[in-house]
């Protein structure tokens, strides 16, 4: 079985600061993979990477994805007030077929 | 525009079963596979399952095995997940979601990612 662990469990930061989210699976995946998904307080989630590092239409360029192997990382560049909320990666094709991590909150400072 | 449109809320006493629908519009039904993701009260994403929509394929979680049936009506662009044996810690928001594999190789596919979700069914489980 796919392990997701992600950290940190929780963020706080300000306006404007970067934010680095990891993301480690415990076995190899592919990056074509690996995606990361945006979810605020009583909203459905938000995909904003596939592959590993492919912004989904519509994300904005403060948002990257990199990595590869077992270790990914989601950044935003520049936190704007509507980025803080809990971030998710997830994998595709092990078993079970899909995992998503436990979730980073990024909250304000 | 696409999206997917879920059934309203569902109370349900432990023992009993519930269905959850999940209509598409705005896209071709048959090109993209659903699956369906559930968030307990507080807690994290937990996947259930998948379908297919243009061969009826499916996968659920081993924990889920045996308690859920995925299905589709493609006459009208709609999924329906259906849970059995209910007990409390199925007490969760359910939604659905698309997704879009590309086959590249024998051997290789690329997954776009869960890019549109429905808005979420609230099951209550409570005697």
């Known amino acids: 079985e796919i392990v997701l662990t992600q950290s940190p469990g929780t963020m706080s930061l300000s306006p404007g600061e970067r934010a680095t989210l990891s993301c480690r699976t415990s076995?190899?995946?592919?990056?074509?993979?690996l995606a990361w998904y945006q979810q605020k307080p009583g909203q459905a989630p938000r995909l904003l990477i596939h592959?590993?590092?492919s912004r989904a239409t519509g994300i904005p360029d403060r948002f990257s994805g990199s990595g590869s192997g077992t270790d990914f990382t989601l950044t935003i560049s520049r936190l704007e007030p509507e980025d803080f909320a809990v971030y998710y990666c997830q994998q595709y094709g092990g078993s079970p077929l899909f995992t998503f991590g436990p979730g980073t909150k990024v909250d304000m400072k | 525009q696409v999206q997917l449109v879920q059934s309203g809320a569902e109370v349900k006493k432990p023992g009993a079963s519930v269905r959850v629908s999940c209509k598409a519009s705005?896209?071709?039904?048959?090109?993209?596979?659903i699956t369906w993701v559930r968030q307990a009260p507080g807690q994290g994403l937990e996947w259930m399952g998948w379908i297919s929509p243009y061969n009826g394929n499916t996968n659920s979680a081993p924990r889920l095995q045996g308690r859920v049936t995925m299905t589709t009506d493609t006459s009208t662009s709609t999924a329906y997940m259906d849970l059995r044996s209910l007990r409390s810690d199925d007490t969760a928001v359910y939604y659905c979601?698309?997704?879009?594999?590309?086959?590249?190789?024998?051997?290789?596919?690329?997954?776009?990612?869960?890019?549109?979700w429905g808005q979420g069914t609230t099951v209550t489980v409570s005697s």
């Open positions: 705005g896209y071709t039904f048959n090109s993209y596979d």
């Open positions: 979601a698309r997704f879009y594999l590309e086959r590249r190789s024998s051997s290789y596919s690329y997954y776009y990612g869960m890019d549109v």
């Open positions: 076995q190899t995946i592919s990056s074509s993979s």
């Open positions: 592959g590993a590092s």
